[in-house]
């Protein structure tokens, strides 16, 4: 597309010259006699280049120069003046301009020479300052990429666009999801800088406000209150001292979700078209942040989910393995009644068999205890915990799992160790886990030994325990696949213990790993001395 210039000059016949000159070196060409008409231009289009005359009716043509650069600061401007002495050049280059050119002209070459350098030089001006955004641009990627709870990154975008654009004010709005209307669609859910009465709640269609409009066009606009324009966007801008505003929208797989808008008051001056350009390039920004804290709390509740489907399979495994544990109380406690309550018994031997019953009772009322404590969901509430007094609570549950398959438990406790910041029942199902598959894998017997112990991983220190079990060993193809959700080697069995096992380890800032070889598996989990940040 050709470049587009503007002339300004009151003498028609140097201002058709010029015309005819640009036009055959292939430029688009507009003409204005009197500085009002430039202005009005100026208003209702952008233009790459203004040929300006200094000596002007009304308005002095430097004047008219700092009017076209308020409204357009990166539009190249080159001087054509019949009084081209020293200090008109000095002071040509004062107000930044890119050229300055005598009347009259030796030849038209003079002319289209010195406007391809004004370009040139206007061209190579915008890219010096696009490479200096991008580095700012980055870092606020990196900032907002980093941000995963919603309220928190709402702000964050908005304090991370003023930041860009200086004292503009600054508003984010996304689509209301409890909009009973497609009237009512989009709401103010953060700003900064704009006084009070600008609009929380936008429409969104093409006859909205700002917002509206951007995300019923899905297109960048930028307005000022000299623009003709929508009157509902006139409104919003006057009701709240706005000359000048850009608004571009959130885009999510090609569909808009929302607008960030950018204002300026009336003496802070008006945006120019690299500032919708660089809004345009942190609204995308903003919508992969707003995706992406999305996905990520999404997962999060899949990944919980996931934590409570596999408590309620482990659980169910338990059921068998544990029933004798509810049984064995019962029987006795009755037992201890019926004897109770013989005719001619000892007073001493019924308080004997009533101290029984209770004693079964506690042993009942714990066993449900420690069942309903690994089922039911639990907070992130890290607390010192003991690791060696959790694996004991942890073994009392596949006590019976164990016994019945004939292994032998060994315990390998270090003495003194210090205790670990965890979250006790998540952890209690990891090593619920890794003792129920032990014993699955010595079904005719075999010795189950738990070690514990204080190391340091690098300079940190670390407790770690180790269950290892003298079963037939794990395949090494299977090993690097056992973390993986569903993935199993048994006939019977969801595929979903280990990798949940794996994703709490994680939660608490430590590992899980496994080595293998035939008669011995060892998993070994390490978890940090320090709270998970």
Request: charged share 20%; hydrophobic share 45%.
């Amino acid at each position: 597309m050709p470049d587009k210039i503007l002339i300004v000059d009151d003498d028609i016949g140097v201002a058709a010259l010029c015309n005819r000159v640009l036009m055959s070196a292939g430029y688009t060409v507009e003409v204005a006699n009197r500085p009002h008409d430039a202005l009005r231009l100026l208003r209702e289009q952008r233009y790459d280049l203004i040929l300006l005359d200094i000596r002007l009716p009304e308005i002095n043509g430097f004047e008219l120069l700092q009017l076209a650069r308020e409204r357009d600061p990166e539009v190249a401007i080159v001087i054509i003046t019949g009084h081209g002495t020293i200090d008109t050049v000095v002071e040509a280059l004062q107000h930044g301009a890119e050229g300055l050119v005598r009347k009259p002209f030796e030849s038209g070459a003079e002319l289209v020479q010195a406007v391809r350098q004004a370009l040139m030089k206007s061209r190579q001006a915008r890219e010096a300052a696009r490479s200096r955004a991008l580095r700012p641009l980055f870092e606020v990627s990196q900032v907002l990429l980093s941000e995963v709870d919603p309220e928190r990154l709402n702000k964050l975008i908005v304090a991370s666009v003023q930041g860009q654009f200086g004292t503009s004010c600054v508003g984010l709005y996304v689509f209301d999801p409890d909009a009973d209307s497609d009237d009512v669609a989009l709401q103010l859910v953060a700003s900064q800088g704009f006084p009070d009465g600008f609009p929380a709640v936008a429409g969104a269609g093409p006859e909205a406000g700002l917002p509206g409009r951007s995300v019923a066009w899905s297109l960048p606009l930028w307005v000022t209150i000299e623009m003709p324009g929508s009157p509902a966007i006139l409104r919003d801008l006057k009701g709240v001292k706005v000359r000048s505003a850009l608004c571009a929208p959130l885009m999510r797989r090609g569909q808009p979700t929302g607008a960030i808008m950018v204002g300026r008051s009336v003496a802070a001056g008006t945006f120019r078209e690299g500032d919708l350009e660089l809004l345009t390039i942190l609204a995308g920004q903003a919508a992969v942040a707003m995706e992406n804290a999305e996905y990520i709390r999404q997962l999060g509740n899949s990944q919980e989910q996931l934590v409570q489907a596999e408590k309620l399979a482990a659980l169910g495994r338990l059921v068998g393995s544990i029933s004798h544990e509810v049984n064995n109380p019962l029987q006795a406690i009755q037992n201890c009644l019926h004897l109770s309550w013989h005719m001619g018994l000892p007073e001493e031997k019924r308080k004997e068999y009533h101290d029984l019953a209770m004693g079964e009772v506690q042993r009942l009322i714990l066993t449900v205890r420690q069942m309903l404590d690994f089922y039911r969901p639990t907070a992130a509430d890290y607390v010192p915990i003991n690791l060696n007094t959790l694996l004991d609570e942890t073994l009392a549950l596949a006590a019976k799992a164990l016994n019945d398959n004939h292994v032998e438990v060994k315990k390998e406790y270090a003495e003194s160790l210090p205790p670990a910041p965890a979250v006790g029942n998540n952890l209690k199902q990891v090593f619920l886990n890794l003792l129920l598959n032990a014993g699955e894998a010595m079904p005719h017997g075999g010795q189950l030994i738990l070690r514990t112990s204080l190391a340091l991983d690098g300079v940190q220190p670390m407790v770690t325990v180790q269950v290892t079990d003298t079963g037939p060993g794990i395949e090494p193809e299977h090993l690097p696949k056992l973390f993986e959700p569903f993935y199993t080697t048994k006939s019977q069995g969801t595929g979903l213990g280990l990798a949940v096992s794996y994703g709490i380890v994680q939660a608490h800032g430590g590992w899980i790993k496994v080595s293998s070889t035939p008669g011995n598996t060892t998993f070994t989990v390490s978890l940090p001395l320090e709270k998970p940040e």
